[in-house]
């Protein structure tokens, strides 16, 4: 009976410590202002496509609905199994993104198969669940081989090894290049912070610019360059208005918007752009809506933001106790961070199209309930931290 009583109070403790109130609020304000510029910017597209104005906004806010959920419901679990299972969640994380390839349940877009469609239920990206999976992954093994992590074989070659099943099948199988980019950022990143040495990433950097040449070169050899989707975009990138009509078209409609905002914007909801000038709006171009709208200021409340949410997984990840939640917290806060950062290069013509959405501001399910369900872990993280 005494057993029993203690179980309850510590259980008790481990739900009901305070979380970091100033995260909270920060991911709540990029939620909303997310849900009024998806309701903005995707009127006149949902109208063309849909008949109906508001058919992503409603769709978007029961995303956010059950995002709040399920970050509170991870806020409140018992985050340490995730630990135990890390190599489960690695092969899962691996295994979901082939399901692309079953018959009836990948779904093409634009060409590529990314999707995976479930009648009655919807269609969702698996590569979102393997970003925060893989964070997952990593966070287990470099906790568990923390004294290895000095060596180039066992620090180094061996956990960079993992990332290569979910790097092929996202590049060969789905062809979804810029997710990869963001994995491995990612996985760099948890790596330099659990103590693996520079000097071998900077011979990775190296072999990472022949790869990139390899893929180059490969794409040339398909054909001319002007065959290739990624190569024009390459070109585009150096000079949009060199096909201002084609591959550039995005682009330079997305400068023109983010311009034509100025210091304050146009206003809420006078956006030019958004009538079909950009090819859906409310996606990965979403931050030209808002500098249109909301001008350079408001671009710059969205940027603080995301500056703050980082600040805070930073902070907390500085006061865990140990490795793995560390990593955990650190791995979600670059993720969030990177993908801002490529989102909104990619917004002001800063670097070539990706097709990276804006954390918690982009239309789309999958993203959001998979960015909503990681805050609630670091949530739940903080409360067994003491912050200085």
């Known amino acids: ?95 979901i993104l082939l399901l ?17 469609e479930i009648k009655g239920i919807g269609q969702f990206q698996p590569s979102e669940f393997t970003k925060i999976g893989l ?11 923390k004294n290895d992590l000095k060596q180039f074989g066992k620090g180094f070659v061996l956990p960079m090894a993992f990332l290569i099943p979910p790097i092929a099948i996202l590049y060969f199988v789905q062809n979804h290049l810029s997710v990869s980019l963001v994995v491995g950022i990612v996985t760099c990143v948890m790596m330099l912070m659990a103590g693996c040495r520079l000097l071998h990433f900077m011979f990775a950097g190296l072999a990472g610019v022949a790869g990139v040449a390899l893929v180059i070169i490969r794409e040339l050899l398909k054909g001319d360059a002007s065959d290739s989707f990624r190569m024009d975009r390459i070109m585009t990138f150096f000079d949009p208005w060199s096909d201002a009509t084609g591959t550039g078209y995005q682009m330079v409609q997305s400068l023109y918007a983010i311009g034509s905002g100025g210091l304050f914007g146009v206003g809420l909801g006078n956006s030019k752009q958004k009538y079909l000038y950009i090819p859906e709006p409310q996606n990965d171009f979403i931050f030209a809506i808002i500098g249109e709208e909301l001008g350079l200021i408001g671009c710059a409340v969205v940027i603080m933001l995301f500056v703050i949410l980082v600040y805070r997984c930073v902070r907390i990840a500085l006061n865990c106790t140990d490795i793995f939640t560390c990593m955990v917290v650190i791995g979600i806060g670059a993720q969030i961070g990177i993908q801002a950062a490529l989102n909104i290069a990619v917004a002001t013509s800063s670097m070539p199209v990706t097709g990276v959405a804006l954390p918690f501001i982009s239309y789309g399910g999958t993203s959001l309930i998979i960015f909503m369900s990681a805050v609630g872990i670091v949530l739940n993280i903080s409360k067994h931290v003491k912050m200085n």
């Open 1 to 95: 009976m005494q057993r029993e009583k203690k179980k309850v109070k510590r259980f008790s403790k481990f739900m009901n410590n305070k979380m970091d109130y100033i995260l909270f609020i920060t991911v709540l304000i990029l939620l909303s202002l997310g849900v009024v510029m998806v309701l903005s910017a995707s009127a006149p597209s949902a109208l063309s496509s849909t008949g109906k104005s508001y058919t992503y906004f409603l769709k978007q806010f029961e995303f956010a609905l059950a995002g709040i959920g399920l970050m509170l419901f991870f806020s409140k679990s018992d985050y340490r199994f995730l630990r135990k299972y890390y190599k489960v969640i690695y092969v899962i994380s691996v295994a």
């Open 100 to 116: 692309v390839l079953v018959p009836k349940l990948g779904k093409s877009v634009n060409g590529a198969k990314r999707w995976i």
């Open 135 to 145: 964070i997952i992954f990593y966070a287990g093994y470099l906790s568990d081989h």
